[in-house]
């Protein structure tokens, strides 16, 4: 049976091959980003490509009505949402106290808050149903605290979190959420956010190899998958339960200044 999907920030990056790899399996789509041009490109090759149909909304996440506007325009046009594909999202490295306030609060706004009302406007119409599935893409940031990324972190933090608790509560439906964890990938998200010049992302793994493994999870209904991780990050995410948390710390901040 055909699917359609709807995701977010899906003008580049893993949205953008979530989007690919959504298509390719023959499903339609509702791709969301700011860039309509974009979208557009995108929209009219993956028609052209898998005869399926994209619909295009260009919004702007970090406003305060756009989750809203989207849902009801989908309901306008008689859309069902099958897979809710929560991917945009953006960092940025600082100091907290010396970061534009502005550009931490959109953060917050696009990281949590949009995720969090896009999920609390689809999801009922999923459990009239008792069908969908949800992938929630956070980050291998969620696990720890991050000195020079405080905000970003701690955003990602939560969407770990909300994702692991909802998904409890819906265990008596088949509907399934999944927290998709990426390591440095390469993405647009290094140059947003100032990260491209550190070590981390010198070796960055492809965003179409971690949205492969996103969407494969979210298909099966795993909790959480990590992935694309270095083997510096292998490391850290294994010796996290035996560092003292001051020198874990140091060792992230070092991770986030630029060499």
């Known amino acids: 049976m055909k699917t359609t999907a709807l995701v977010t920030g899906a003008s580049s990056g893993i949205g953008k091959e979530f989007a690919h790899i959504h298509a390719e399996r023959g499903g339609d789509l509702i ?6 041009e974009k979208l557009q490109a995108i929209k009219s090759s993956l028609e052209a490509q898998h005869k399926i149909a994209v619909h ?10 756009a989750c809203k506007g989207i849902f009801d325009e989908v309901t306008q046009k008689g859309l069902q949402v099958d897979y809710l594909i929560n991917n945009a999202g953006f960092g940025g490295r600082g100091k907290f106290h010396e970061r534009d306030w502005d550009k931490d609060h959109a953060m917050i706004q696009l990281n949590i808050v949009a995720l969090t009302e896009l999920t609390r406007l689809f999801l009922p119409s999923m459990v009239t149903r008792n069908a969908g599935k949800i992938l929630n893409v956070s980050s291998t940031a969620s696990l720890l605290p991050g000195p020079l ?14 994702s692991n608790a909802i998904s409890e509560e819906l265990s008596d439906t088949k509907i399934t959420v999944t927290a998709l964890l990426p390591g440095a990938t390469e993405t647009e998200f290094a140059q947003t956010s100032d990260m491209d010049k550190t070590n ?9 190899s971690v949205a492969e493994d996103g969407y494969n999870a979210m298909l099966t209904g795993k909790l959480n998958i990590i992935s694309g991780l270095q083997p510096m990050q292998r490391f850290m995410m294994a010796s996290i339960p035996f560092t003292p948390k001051k020198l874990l710390l140091k060792q992230i901040r070092q991770m986030q200044e630029v060499s």
């Open 200 to 208: 981390l992302f010198k070796k960055a793994v492809t965003a179409r």
């Open 149 to 162: 990324q405080a905000v970003y972190f701690a955003t990602k933090a939560y969407v770990t979190s909300f």
């Open 31 to 36: 791709i969301v980003a700011r860039r309509e």
């Open 56 to 65: 295009v909304i260009a919004k702007d996440l970090t406003q305060p009505n």
